[in-house]
């Protein structure tokens, strides 16, 4: 059987329209850019005497129109796909595009209900709720929460399995039928198969999970350690801040990939030392949630006393699972192969985020409303903790996206080289590095975890963009 | 240039003015129907409280509005030219040519990558095109112009070598480069220190008269515009209320907002217990929230329903007076010569024992040339020398004295944040100078509390109200469960006179009179004996300043505290303070009841002082005296008396005991003391400062 096209029975109709939308942008691109030169401005905000607003247009602003429509046409095309694809019965109507459309329904679902909400109550909702009032942001925001809300729903939205092998699919095109199906056994591959026989599509989805489950951890545990040794160096200065910032220094002067070819080493790994690395590092968290509440509450001792008591129970055991893999319980552990990457990106990360947090606090130190904590007796780290940290947020909130990026991309760099994962994981970085190899014959195993990789942190770079520009209006 | 002397009009024309700010929400109206006309050679003074549009009127006539703001009605014309209609290149060439503007912040006017003359070059080089050689000359001979000395060493210095006076005299010589018809100043000497603040007010009259430059002088201290200003314009939100010559707007105002404005500044005359401030009721109306007619309505005194706020009110012309009006329509029928309806007079508050004893404190810092390896040379700043003096209960001491006089230094003794390098201070019978305030008992943290300078500052921002108060209370261990201390902390609400649903609020949703209230109250929360106040009222508003000085006096007479009330603002220690101390350069170089001080002998710092405090009335006859040069740095105090490098009075000294000696604190009267080495008769010819001239 010939495999389905990308278009399926819309095609026809839909793939013209999206050619000509394409050409209109790229037409509008350039008399835009001509006019430009040519010093045509775009039109200037008129005001009439009953205090509205018109605006006389120039031909700039209707290039800069043509392609704003241009652009929703295309957006529209694709939208239209995907509601076929919805509908439509067959695969072969469907096409590619409108059948993977169609194995995302849970991620519509999830994300039209957010966005309803969001939009709803974007006013009572802080910075999250301003967000909504950027394009950019809410860009960022859609493509963050598709690949969220893929790896959420991964089982659902895949049709394959990451390690089912079907070796009559070898390098198949996208869209190849499958040679003889299972009972409830999806017809297609829908993105082709790779050199193994393996689904792409179903690997990319998977792929989501596997980068998602690790990145926003490993960031949020190198904020923990950065926050924790920005805060006392920039708050005391001096002879501590000297050394932290040399060793910061020192971390960032180190090659990175280097850094994690000596940590993947057999020996290294036999001598113990990543998890040496990850008992210090994952010690830091606890460290920060007792004297977070110790500094908070130590004038309510038994409050105290709950919540250090809390804290320390549910943070060592976590801690003996994850960096000593020795849960009494034996709920938590983590491979030593995901370890070792925890461990490198936090180590890697850090350093950033400790300059980030002392530079902050360098600035906020000199607010009064220190010197009043000063002047009543707190503790240094209660003002730090409670005074100086919740007002550093907004950089640091934009910068935790943008790092999820980072993390994300030397995730992606890690598996290429084939480090720190198992040969087998979906990740993408790893599939990109094992399509790698046939690119100039079989491109199709390749392209699309780059192209997820690729959006992923463009999503992830959009959203700090919406949250740093609501974050400085009003 | 030729059209420059063929043009005789009024330099700058607006008439009815409109501007507004455009927010995703909504319009927001900045300045309505505003006019104005400047003369050639004048000076017009644009006064009001923060937001009422004034910046927003000179950004508007320099045509720089940004992205949100756009004219909406009205024109501006400078010299018989509109501004609107201009191109952006011809808008280009006006500006820093023929109109020049003056900022706030000397530092954020001068490029800190560029040296002085060389920036000072490029204005002629750009909008006149003449040689660098003749541009580096012709800045040469406006240094000198402003006063600096040393011109040549000036041109070859970077901004951040220069004091801030300095740079402020720099951004004036740019101004003048290419002799402007119009010079707009906006605060410019609002982050300065008095004394420097009046020798830069004294230059630029000095340069309008040789200069013949008309300016538009922006500000909200009404003193300052007396001093350089020949009209006024007073704004209230938006609109201006009240304009004329400074004559008939200070003596025979006809605005009822004029007349509160008025009554909310300490005068001479003033006292805190006799005739209290009035400040002026309610807030400011935010620009969307305005109301319909006289926007001053709900504040207003003389407000009649139906009337005022019927729709909107033109300006009328005060018959009689020159170019006079007032946006008030029952102008004619106020009886404005009518004594205001006091306030309750107040009980002076009993003074009690001594509270607080500070002897012979020294506190030096010793700052090493680099922080990191030592090194062997150490130099020691002096930020207090040999401090001695005593509060009691219920009383205030007033601290004056510039930046860098070392007031803060003490402060930070007494508070415990840092320890004192010699002598002592005893709070009833303890000694606490050296006790940090980690290691002194709740009991000693909590009689001692701060009140602080910025409202904006003062709380932390993502913090409710109520638990940044209830804090405190945790902290001084009063009240035993979470609901008794927030009984505890509503009642703190009650003391500083803010409804109690402000407990759940931001800070960000208060005023800067609120926030400095809340500060009060948490300062009080553990039952403070002593309150350090430090400038706690110098960055609100004037008729939010009665307010809060008010409520401060309140407390102080309820809760018998002893306030000492650090600040710059004579007159509003004079008004509220029991006894003064002057400092200078770590030194006190004064001390005395308030009477004492503010009466001859002076210290001669005293005296250049109180000359240099601008006084809101024409009554008053000011002595002048401009104290040259800056304030020597701590790091490197002159020999001698700290005051020798400035003092005027010092030829009349004998022999260099001046530059040799530190002059001994002598005993003038009781209770009044001086660190000079002037003879007694020199001291007892000195003339008052200030006098009240006999209507």
């Known amino acids: 059987m010939d495999p389905i096209t990308w278009t399926g029975s819309l095609g026809p109709f839909l793939n013209p329209l999206m050619l000509a939308a394409i050409a209109v942008f790229v037409l509008g691109f350039f008399a835009q850019l001509v006019l430009n030169f040519a010093g045509v401005q775009p039109g200037e905000v008129q005001i009439n005497p009953d205090h509205t607003l018109s605006v006389a247009r120039s031909p700039n602003d209707y290039a800069l129109m043509a392609m704003k429509y241009a652009v929703l046409l295309f957006l529209a095309c694709v939208a239209v796909f995907i509601v076929g694809g919805i509908v439509q019965p067959s695969l072969e109507q469907k096409g590619i595009i409108g059948a993977m459309g169609q194995r995302f329904l849970p991620v519509w679902i999830a994300m039209i209900l957010i966005f309803a909400l969001s939009v709803t109550f974007k006013r009572r909702l802080g910075l999250y709720g301003k967000l909504f009032d950027s394009p950019i942001g809410m860009v960022g925001f859609f493509l963050v929460m598709f690949w969220m809300l893929t790896a959420i729903f991964a089982g659902l939205v895949a049709t394959h399995g990451a390690i089912d092998v079907v070796s009559q699919m070898r390098n198949e095109v996208p869209g190849s039928f499958m040679p003889d199906p299972d009972e409830g056994e999806y017809l297609v591959y829908l993105l082709g198969g790779d050199n193994l026989g393996r689904d792409v599509f179903s690997r990319m989805v998977f792929g989501a999970r596997e980068v998602l489950k690790i990145a926003p951890a490993a960031t949020l545990f190198a904020f923990m350690v950065g926050i924790t040794l920005g805060l006392p160096a920039g708050y005391f200065g001096g002879k501590l801040d000297t050394v932290l910032t040399f060793i910061a220094n020192l971390v960032l002067a180190f090659p990175v990939i280097l850094l994690f070819y000596l940590l993947v080493t057999p020996e290294i790994v036999a001598s113990g030392i990543p998890t040496y690395m990850a008992a210090v590092l994952f010690l830091f968290p606890i460290i920060f949630f007792v004297i977070l509440f110790n500094s908070r509450f130590f004038t309510q001792p038994f409050t105290r006393n709950i919540y250090i008591f809390l804290t320390v129970l549910i943070g060592g055991w976590l801690y003996l699972g994850l960096a000593w893999n020795s849960d009494p319980l034996g709920i938590i552990s983590m491979p030593g192969n995901i370890l070792i990457v925890f461990v490198s990106v936090v180590f890697v990360n850090s350093p950033t985020v400790f300059r980030i947090v002392r530079g902050i606090v360098l600035d906020i130190k000199t607010r009064d409303y220190v010197a009043a904590g000063q002047t009543r007796g707190e503790g240094p780290w209660y003002i730090m903790l409670w005074e100086i940290l919740p007002n550093a947020r907004g950089p640091l909130i934009v910068d935790f996206c943008l790092r999820i990026g980072y993390t994300t991309i030397l995730l992606g760099t890690l598996g290429f080289f084939g480090l720190g994962v198992s040969p087998e994981s979906p990740d993408w970085g790893s599939t990109i590095n094992e399509g790698r190899r046939l690119l100039t014959i079989y491109p199709h195993p390749a392209l699309p975890p780059a192209i997820a990789l690729m959006t992923m942190v463009l999503g992830l770079n959009l959203l700090a963009d919406g949250l740093r520009e609501e974050s400085l209006r009003d | ?695």
């Not at chain 2, 992205?67 to 400078?78: D, L, S």
């Not at chain 2, 309505?297 to 170019?323: K, L």
Request: some cysteine; hydrophobic content about 40%; charged content about 25%.
């Open chain 2, 1 to 695: 240039m030729a059209e420059d002397t063929a043009y005789d009009g009024p330099i700058l024309e607006i008439d009815k003015l409109s501007i507004s700010f455009f927010t995703r929400l909504r319009e927001i109206p900045a300045v309505m129907d505003f006019s104005a006309n400047v003369m050639p050679g004048e000076a017009l003074g644009l006064v009001g409280e923060s937001g009422c549009g004034k910046s927003t009127v000179a950004l508007g006539v320099m045509q720089d509005l940004g992205v949100n703001g756009k004219i909406v009605g009205g024109t501006i014309k400078f010299k018989g030219r509109d501004l609107s209609e201009m191109s952006p290149e011809e808008l280009r060439d006006i500006r820093g040519s023929q109109i020049a503007m003056i900022y706030q912040e000397p530092m954020a006017s001068l490029n800190p990558a560029m040296k002085i003359g060389k920036q000072l070059a490029e204005v002629p080089v750009i909008h006149e095109g003449i040689s660098e050689e003749e541009a580096m000359k012709r800045a040469r001979q406006v240094v000198e112009d402003v006063k600096l000395p040393d011109p040549d060493r000036i041109l070859k210095a970077y901004p951040h070598q220069l004091s801030g006076g300095q740079q402020q005299r720099i951004v004036i010589a740019m101004a003048l480069m290419s002799k402007p018809s119009l010079l707009i100043l906006d605060e410019p000497t609002t982050a300065l220190d008095v004394t420097v603040e009046a020798a830069i007010v004294e230059l630029v009259k000095d340069l309008g008269k040789k200069y013949g430059t008309s300016m538009l002088f922006i500000s909200h201290n009404l003193g300052l515009v007396l001093e350089t200003c020949d009209r006024i314009c007073v704004m209230y939100s938006g609109e201006a209320v009240e304009r004329g010559s400074i004559e008939d707007v200070f003596d025979e105002m006809k605005h009822p907002y004029t007349q509160a404005l008025f009554r909310s500044i300490p005068l001479p005359g003033a006292d805190k217990n006799a005739s209290p401030l009035i400040a002026i009721p309610g807030n400011f109306p935010l620009p969307h929230e305005r109301p319909n007619g006289c926007n001053f309505g709900p504040r207003c005194d003389y407000f009649e329903a139906g009337r005022c706020d019927a729709g909107p009110i033109s300006m009328a012309q005060v018959e009689g007076n020159d170019r006079h009006a007032t946006r008030c329509l029952r102008f004619q029928e106020i009886d404005w010569s009518a004594p205001p309806t006091l306030a309750d007079k107040k009980e002076k508050g009993v003074i009690g024992d001594t509270v607080l004893k500070v002897d012979n404190l020294k506190k030096y810092y010793e700052v090493a040339a680099n922080s990191m390896f030592g090194g062997a040379d150490k130099k020691v700043v002096k930020a207090n020398e040999t401090i001695s003096f005593e509060a009691r209960e219920s009383e205030t001491l007033a601290i004056v004295g510039e930046s860098g006089c070392g007031k803060s230094t003490l402060a930070k003794v007494l508070m415990g944040l840092e320890t004192a390098t010699e002598g002592q201070v005893m709070l009833d019978n303890l000694s606490i100078e050296s006790t940090e305030i980690q290691d002194r008992d709740t009991r000693t943290v909590s009689s001692i509390q701060m009140v602080f300078q910025n409202p904006f500052d003062t709380l932390n921002p993502s913090m409710t109200v109520g638990r940044q108060i209830i804090r405190a209370l945790e902290i001084f261990k009063i009240g035993n469960t979470e609901a008794e201390r927030r009984v505890r902390m509503l009642e703190l609400l009650d003391l500083v006179k803010l409804p109690r649903e402000f407990a759940d609020r931001m800070p960000r949703q208060l005023s800067g009179g609120q926030k400095q209230r809340v500060g009060i109250a948490r300062a009080f929360a553990g039952g403070a004996r002593i309150v350090v106040a430090d400038e706690p009222v110098s960055a609100l508003d004037v008729s939010v300043q009665a307010a809060v000085t008010d409520l401060l006096m309140e407390i102080q007479r309820n809760e018998k505290t002893t306030l000492l009330f650090i600040s710059h603002d004579l007159s509003i220690v004079r008004y509220l303070s029991d006894r003064v101390m002057v400092m200078y350069l770590g030194h006190v170089v004064e001390l005395g009841s308030t009477d004492q001080v503010f009466s001859p002998p002076y210290h001669p710092y005293t005296e250049a002082l109180l000359s240099a405090v601008p006084i809101a009335d024409t009554s008053v006859e000011k002595k002048h005296i401009v104290l040259e040069g800056d304030i020597p740095s701590a790091m490197n105090p002159p020999s001698g008396c700290p005051f020798q490098t400035r003092c005027r009075w010092k030829s009349e000294v004998p022999g260099n005991l001046c530059e040799t000696e530190v002059p001994p604190q002598r005993k003038m009267a009781a209770g009044h003391e001086i660190k000079c080495h002037l003879a007694d008769d020199i001291l007892a010819q000195m003339d008052p400062v200030i006098k009240i001239a006999a209507e």
